[in-house]
Nanobody, 127 residues
């Protein structure tokens, strides 16, 4: 089972950018679909983005379309989430998750289908 570690979170002003990284160990990342999820205080965890291993298909939540970009560097065993034009409502703990059998449809992102999870990284967007 792959182990995942997120990094790159921090404090940024509204309109700023951050790039989150999801690094893998214990298995190669290129055979796993990787999803990004986030959980804001007092709210349920929600799916943000996903990238498949087979054909690179992606999913973006409506709330981040046009602002976030997911990408993978298989040579570095890392998946990135580039976040631009950040808003205070993007404040949350961001988690990456992986699964070798999941396929990222453009229509939805099913949290329960992911078997490996990282510990999360905090993103705080101030006014």
């Amino acid at each position: 089972q792959v182990q995942l570690v997120e990094s790159g979170g921090g404090l940024v002003q509204a309109g700023g950018s951050l790039r989150l990284s999801c690094a893998a160990s214990g298995s190669t990342l290129d055979v796993h679909a990787i999803g990004w999820f986030r959980q804001a205080p007092g709210k349920e965890r929600e799916g943000v983005s996903c990238i498949s291993s087979s054909d690179g298909s992606t999913y973006y939540a409506d709330s981040v379309k046009g602002r976030f970009t997911i990408s993978r560097d298989n040579a570095k065993n890392t998946v990135y989430l580039s976040m631009n034009s950040l808003k205070p409502e993007d404040t949350a703990v961001y988690y990456c998750a992986g699964d070798p059998d999941y396929y990222c449809s453009e229509y939805d992102l099913r949290e329960t289908d992911f078997r490996s999870w990282g510990q999360g990284t905090q993103v705080t967007v101030s006014l």
